[in-house]
């Protein structure tokens, strides 16, 4: 493990920012945090989480997959992606860092989505373990520990001190670039913030939300519910949830008009609009019931049992918070339990 | 009050005037509260809540709900009944299916207003007299409620119903709000200043449409933005700016229609303060065509569709900086 003075620390971005791109959390004019470009002056956000996630680094809201122009009746295929830079993304919590297994499982497996794929072999993630969660958080749910988030590298702020430690190679190649910012230490302070936190997530009034049942085998039993219709009852059909949602990863793909040819671009689509999955003969999901039980389906009962048992969900909290009507995940969990125990 | 509307609710069911009530129901924690339909005792008793954080606007559920079998008794406050009455002027909520009971509303708050003051790990809040009390993870906070309330409220325009076919609690009065002080400060700003600032805040836009699907005056059945025969149906911007024209033309369409409720801003998971849009419209009506405020009644013609020979003429819009 290494250390550094926490008042060293924009010494540290910047010696990051002078090799590759660097992101943090921080701050926006309405003083909510989101992941920003470091420069000299940015500081962290106080803020326990970013209100868009970090999936945007991977999986942007728009790109642009190709390019046709025409020539006559020639038809040029231009490939617009440029080599990406390398970037290290700072600060990125437990539950964000757990949804990047959960976006590789889909953009990873083949066939593999190249876009994806690029950005990923050229992002670093260090993370930041939690010190203070908050009441709508339940990655504990998923398996998922606060206090010793996944990622390339993590880190923990205690005291006057940041420490860091690596996960993987690139972690390492991290940690040795800034090494000389850094001294080898003990990891007793960790160790001790960890017990604390983890006390802390304890006492969370989300911390025994159980899925048990919540699988494959009892997928009609919990699609015909009769629940559906009270929980989605209120649904304003926004994409609120899916938006801020690290794990939605549903997308369209649209041409654009350019006038001298098309620019095929995929943008993020939510399962809760009325024109999702739109086809020919229309939309297979007429209703806002049916739209609504299509994303807790997915992220609850079709994607664990499509992907061990894991969950499209990683307790981040975001929806419980953004959801303009205050319906989420967990109360669709709690109320459809009784179908399946 | 939550006692009184209950006994209300179960008085109106229990004599068969009403097969519904629509209200608010308890969440997780005390303030995710969700709008819901009753239409038995057991679950109003059971789960029917009228607190400090019931700040839904219910009216716009009223179109739907007005039109299934029966009649529907909502509860709504102050600021619902302009949005009630607004929608029975476009014809939109069937008045005979719908029983009223106006209720008083102190402010409205929410978690993330509260939040935003450094709240955080909110266990449990209580009111005592003018502060709320939040039990947290971290120990416990005193906020004053007129620091712990979001804007719309602290600029509350009227706490009088403007529509209500029964009233519980005491009659409230129209207010002096101050809703407009923004606006003027806007107005201030050099056109170069005015655009920046806009587009700093519309840059944070995700395209969510919570601002669009949650505001009572957008209930248009299939939205033009929707619309993939449209041509301008949009799921990405196009460049930078597509995404300023969705606001700004959803806020023409609106204008003399939107009675300010202040949904959009509430919903607005990017904190963008849509509201100011609505209000420069507001504020242009009062001062061109005399002041009108939207879901005042349900009779008059609003300014923007009526004709009057003491229209506004442009040399008027003109000296007030208008371009020729």
């Given at each position: 493990?290494?250390?550094l003075?926490i008042?060293?620390l924009?010494?540290?971005?910047?010696?990051?920012a002078?090799?590759?791109?660097?992101y943090?959390?921080?701050?926006d004019?309405s003083?909510?945090?989101?992941?920003q470009?470091w420069?000299e002056?940015?500081?962290?956000t106080q803020?326990l989480n970013t209100?868009?996630?970090?999936k945007d680094f991977?999986?942007p809201q728009?790109?642009n997959?190709v390019?046709f122009?025409?020539?006559?009746?020639?038809?040029?295929?231009i490939?617009?992606?440029?080599?990406?830079?390398?970037?290290?993304v700072?600060?990125?919590?437990?539950?964000d860092?757990?949804?990047?297994?959960?976006?590789?499982?889909?953009?990873l497996?083949?066939p593999?989505?190249?876009y994806?794929k690029?950005r990923?072999?050229?992002?670093?993630i260090v993370?930041?373990a939690?010190t203070?969660?908050?009441?709508?958080?339940f990655?504990?749910t998923?398996?998922?520990?606060?206090?010793?988030p996944?990622g390339?590298?993590?880190g923990?702020?205690e005291?006057?001190?940041?420490?860091?430690?690596?996960l993987?190679e690139?972690?390492?190649k991290?940690?040795?670039a800034?090494?000389?910012?850094?001294?080898?230490c003990g990891?007793?302070?960790?160790?001790?913030?960890?017990?604390?936190?983890?006390?802390?997530?304890?006492?969370?009034p989300?911390?025994?939300?159980?899925?048990?049942?919540?699988?494959?085998?009892?997928?009609?039993?919990?699609?015909?519910?009769?629940k559906w219709?009270?929980?989605?009852?209120?649904?304003?059909?926004?994409?609120?949830?899916?938006?801020?949602?690290?794990?939605?990863?549903?997308?369209?793909?649209?041409?654009?008009?350019?006038?001298s040819?098309?620019?095929?671009?995929?943008?993020?689509d939510s399962?809760?609009?009325s024109?999702?999955t739109?086809?020919?003969?229309g939309?297979p999901?007429?209703?806002?019931?049916?739209r609504?039980?299509?994303r807790?389906?997915h992220?609850?009962?079709?994607?664990?049992?499509?992907?061990?048992g894991?969950?499209?969900?990683?307790?981040c909290?975001?929806?419980?918070?953004?959801c303009?009507?205050s319906?989420?995940i967990?109360?669709?969990?709690?109320?459809?339990?009784?179908e399946?125990? | 009050?939550?006692?009184?509307?209950?006994a209300?609710?179960?008085?109106?069911?229990g004599?068969?005037a009403v097969n519904?009530?629509?209200?608010?129901?308890?969440?997780?924690?005390?303030?995710?509260?969700?709008?819901?339909?009753?239409t038995?005792?057991?679950?109003?008793?059971k789960?029917f809540?009228y607190?400090?954080?019931?700040g839904n606007?219910?009216?716009?559920?009223?179109?739907k709900?007005s039109?299934?079998?029966?009649k529907?008794?909502?509860?709504?406050?102050?600021?619902?009944?302009?949005?009630?009455n607004?929608?029975?002027?476009?014809h939109?909520?069937?008045?005979?299916n719908?029983?009223?009971?106006?209720?008083?509303c102190e402010?409205?708050?929410d978690g993330e207003?509260?939040?935003?003051?450094?709240?955080?790990?909110i266990?449990?809040?209580?009111?005592e007299?003018?502060?709320?009390?939040v039990?947290t993870l971290?120990g416990?906070k005193?906020?004053?409620?007129?620091?712990?309330?979001p804007?719309?409220?602290?600029?509350?325009?009227?706490k009088?119903?403007?529509?209500?076919?029964e009233?519980?609690?005491?009659?409230?009065?129209?207010?002096d709000?101050h809703r407009f002080?923004m606006?003027e400060?806007?107005e201030k700003?050099?056109p170069?200043?005015?655009?920046?600032f806009w587009?700093?805040?519309?840059?944070?836009c995700?395209?969510?449409?919570?601002?669009r699907?949650?505001?009572p005056?957008?209930?248009?059945?299939?939205?033009?933005?929707?619309?993939d025969a449209s041509g301008?149906a949009?799921?990405?911007?196009?460049d930078?700016?597509?995404?300023?024209?969705?606001?700004?033309?959803?806020?023409?369409?609106?204008?003399?229609r939107?009675?300010?409720?202040?949904?959009?801003?509430?919903v607005?998971?990017q904190n963008?303060?849509?509201?100011?849009?609505n209000?420069k419209?507001?504020?242009?009506i009062?001062?061109?065509y005399?002041?009108?405020?939207?879901g005042?009644d349900?009779?008059?013609?609003?300014?923007l569709t009526?004709?009057?020979p003491?229209?506004?003429?442009?040399?008027?819009?003109?000296?007030?900086?208008?371009?020729?």
């Open positions: 493990m290494r250390k003075p008042d060293q924009s010494a540290l971005f910047q010696a990051i002078e090799k590759e791109a660097l943090i959390p921080a701050d004019s003083g909510q945090a989101r992941f470009r420069h002056g940015m500081e962290m803020a209100v868009r996630s970090a991977f999986f728009t790109e997959l390019d122009k025409l020539k006559g009746k020639e038809i040029e295929v490939d617009p992606r440029t080599e990406h830079e390398d970037f290290v700072f600060g990125v919590r437990g539950c860092a757990r949804s990047f297994t959960i976006l590789d499982k889909v953009f497996a083949e593999v989505d190249t994806y690029s990923r072999e050229h992002g670093t993370s930041l939690c203070h969660p908050e009441e709508t958080c990655c504990s998923f398996g998922i520990d606060p206090a010793a996944e390339d590298a993590r923990w702020i005291g006057d001190s940041l420490y860091l430690e690596a993987t690139k972690g390492e991290f940690l040795a800034v090494a000389d910012k850094t001294s080898e990891d007793e302070a960790v160790r001790a913030q960890q017990e604390k936190t983890r006390d802390i997530a304890k006492k969370l989300l911390h025994e939300l159980n899925l048990t049942g919540f699988n494959g085998e009892n997928m009609l039993k919990l699609f015909d519910s009769k219709g009270e929980l989605s009852q209120a649904c304003l059909g926004c994409g609120t949830c899916t938006f801020v949602c690290p794990t939605c990863q549903c997308y369209d793909i649209r041409d654009f008009n350019t006038g040819g098309i620019t095929r671009f995929r943008c993020w399962c809760m609009y024109d999702f739109k086809m020919a003969s939309n999901r007429l209703t806002q019931l049916e609504f039980r299509q807790f389906m992220k609850l009962v079709y994607f664990p049992a499509n992907n061990e894991e969950y499209g969900c990683v307790g909290g975001r929806c419980l918070a953004k303009p009507i319906m989420n967990v109360k669709v969990a709690k109320a459809l339990a009784e399946v125990r | 009050m939550q006692e009184m509307m209950i209300k609710a179960k008085e109106l069911l004599s068969g519904r009530v629509l209200g608010w129901k308890t969440g997780e924690f005390v303030y995710d509260i969700t709008p819901a339909v009753f038995s005792v057991e679950e109003l008793e789960d809540v607190n400090d954080f019931c606007n219910l009216s716009k559920y009223l179109i709900e039109r299934k079998e029966g529907i008794l909502a509860f709504l406050k102050p600021c619902d009944t302009y949005s009630f607004q929608l029975l002027k476009e939109r909520i069937l008045r005979d719908v029983y009223v009971v106006g209720v008083p402010g409205k708050t207003t509260l939040k935003a003051k450094g709240v955080k790990g266990l449990g809040i209580r009111t007299g003018d502060s709320f009390v039990d971290y416990e005193t906020l004053a409620k007129a620091d712990a309330l804007e719309r409220c602290l600029s509350c325009k009227s009088k119903h403007m529509v209500y076919d009233l519980l609690g005491p009659e409230g009065e129209v207010l709000s002080d606006v400060k806007i700003m050099t170069d200043e005015r655009f920046e587009r700093g805040e519309l840059s944070r995700i395209r969510c449409n919570a601002c699907n949650v505001c005056a957008c209930s248009c059945e299939k939205c033009v933005f929707d619309n301008i949009q799921k990405a911007a196009a930078s700016f597509e995404e300023n024209m969705f606001h700004i033309i959803r806020a023409f369409h609106v204008a003399g939107c009675t300010d409720c202040g949904e959009c801003s509430r607005c998971p963008i303060p849509l509201h100011l849009l209000r419209f507001i504020k242009d009062d001062t061109f005399g002041e009108y405020q939207a005042e349900t009779t008059t013609r609003a300014p009526n004709y009057d003491g229209d506004v003429e442009p040399s008027i819009v003109y000296g007030k900086g208008g371009k020729k």
